[in-house]
């Protein structure tokens, strides 16, 4: 695999300040691909001046103009798309056809949404005798994790770019070529210099000095909830604004009239993409008591599609497949009962989870409860509506959900009720502008669309 050995600064690839690098692993056969510099604060620092000294011009370049940059990014993400596909899979595991359709594919759709949004916002409103100005905060320090590695650094970037941002962004470790990639096609699309720049590197040295530092006006992080806890203490102390999009252990309610052989094979289709490395998965399945057996029966049937090395990815490193493992172990403890899959790696070689499913789980156990972020399923039983209802909201996150009704009003009806960001409707389809994000300890904050630009504007009221 290609790999840089330095980092994107100012316009241009420069050396590292250290001599640091990272050791990047395919997962599937944890082979070493490639090494990347590992970023000091040094970097850190270089990037965020070239990001503060490129603001002005990027904040005062007409919003059509903008527009027009973010679209050549779109051009060339197109263009580009087998390349990334394949650099997905070699750094992140997913089966190729996955790569193309939702990591190399999503980008596109997302950054076309913001080339059309930046031309298109209202970025002044009359209101009375105001006149309201929706300003870019000013330099966005972007933290990414590694299981949407593109899409999660264009659903950060693009809407900076749009709003007149200029950006820093320090991805994961272990899927730093995607990012890379992503520099590159800036630079292909002729961004001015500095509006974008990339500071590989590890969590507890870049990414902290990232998030601390005093030229960032706007940190952004999207993982887990341990880390954006701290990244929004160390913002809070700075009085500096900050958006966290962490975890999620969103519920798919299956309503007593629903299609419940639909509703379950799509369910299961949703935890077991991406090896379940998903924060707005349905992993947790309500289904009422007098269909429940059935619908366990037919989860059995649709997960043993899931092939691993086949259909099936691995999960990104030793240390998840370790943790999900965990938790599976923890679900037999306390007595859910496995109807697939176990804790046994399923390959010799890569970082293979079994594609699992317990039955039985009841809501206080803790793989009702915490994220697993691995392919494992929780099924649910419920005695009524408001008993769906209680544990449908019964966790700390509240990220996304589906509901499936006899009709959609019902299930609408019931959507209302739940304490989440977001709630698929009998299946309904991906939308690139509909706003992403957690109620509870799920995050701050919105993604994508209109509300995802938002984000990135600060309001100045003028009076005459
Ligand atoms: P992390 O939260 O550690 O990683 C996310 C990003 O934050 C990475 O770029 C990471 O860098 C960086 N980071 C880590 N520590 C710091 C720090 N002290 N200051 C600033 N940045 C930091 O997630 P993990 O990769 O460890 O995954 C653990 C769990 O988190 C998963 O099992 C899952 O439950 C959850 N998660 C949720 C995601 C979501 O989409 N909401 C995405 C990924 C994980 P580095 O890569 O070097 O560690």
Not at 276 to 288: E, F, I, N, P, Y
């Amino acid at each position: 695999m290609k790999a840089h050995d330095g980092m994107y600064i100012g316009g241009e690839w420069r050396p590292a300040a250290g001599p640091d690098t990272i050791a990047v692993v395919n997962p599937a056969d944890e082979q070493v691909i490639g090494h990347v510099p590992a970023g000091t604060a040094e970097d850190v620092d270089a990037a965020v001046r070239a990001a503060r000294a490129a603001f002005p011009g990027w904040a005062a370049t007409p919003p059509a103009e903008r527009a027009g940059r973010i679209a050549a990014l779109r051009d060339v993400l197109a263009a580009r798309k087998d390349e990334i596909a394949e650099t997905v899979t070699a750094e992140l595991g997913s089966p190729l056809p996955l790569s193309q359709a939702v990591h190399a594919g999503v980008p596109v759709l997302v950054a076309g949404s913001y080339a059309e949004l930046a031309a298109s916002y209202a970025f002044e409103e009359k209101l009375g005798n105001s006149t309201v100005l929706l300003e870019p905060v000013g330099v966005v320090g972007a933290i990414t994790p590694w299981n949407y590695p593109l899409h999660q650094i264009v659903a950060k970037a693009a809407p900076a770019l749009a709003a007149g941002c200029t950006v820093v962004l320090k991805p994961a470790e272990d899927t730093p070529l995607t990012a890379q990639l992503f520099a590159e096609a800036v630079q292909e699309a002729g961004l001015p210099a500095g509006v974008f720049n990339l500071v590989t590197g590890i969590g507890a040295v870049a990414g902290q000095a990232l998030a601390g530092h005093e030229g960032v006006d706007l940190v952004s992080f999207t993982g887990s909830t341990a880390v954006g806890r701290r990244i929004g203490a160390t913002a809070g102390a700075a009085v500096k604004r900050v958006a966290l999009e962490l975890g999620g252990k969103s519920a798919n309610v299956i309503l007593p009239g629903a299609d419940l052989a639909k509703a379950v094979n799509v369910g299961v289709a949703n935890v077991m993409s991406n090896s379940g490395q998903t924060c707005s998965a349905w992993t947790r399945m309500l289904v009422d008591a007098e269909r429940y057996e059935e619908a366990v029966a037919l989860a059995a049937t649709a997960v043993a599609k899931y092939v691993p090395g086949e259909r099936i990815g691995p999960v990104v490193n030793a240390k998840q497949q370790a943790r999900v493992r965990g938790y599976i172990e923890k679900g037999v403890e306390e007595g859910a009962r496995l109807v697939a899959g176990g804790p046994e790696a399923p390959r010799d070689q890569g970082y293979y989870v079994s594609p699992t499913v317990f039955a039985d789980v009841t809501p206080d156990m803790t793989i009702a409860q915490e994220e697993i972020f691995g392919p494992v399923l929780s099924i649910l039983r419920y005695e009524d509506v408001d008993d769906a209802l209680r544990i449908a909201n019964g966790t700390v996150y509240g990220l996304a959900g589906a509901v499936w009704g006899a009709d959609d009003e019902e299930a609408v009806a019931f959507a209302r009720r739940m304490d989440t960001g977001q709630v698929d409707i009998n299946g309904g389809r991906f939308n690139p502008l509909a706003p992403f994000g957690g109620y509870k300890q799920s995050g701050v904050g919105r993604e994508l669309g209109p509300h995802g630009l938002s984000e990135y504007l600060q309001t100045k009221s003028l009076q005459f």
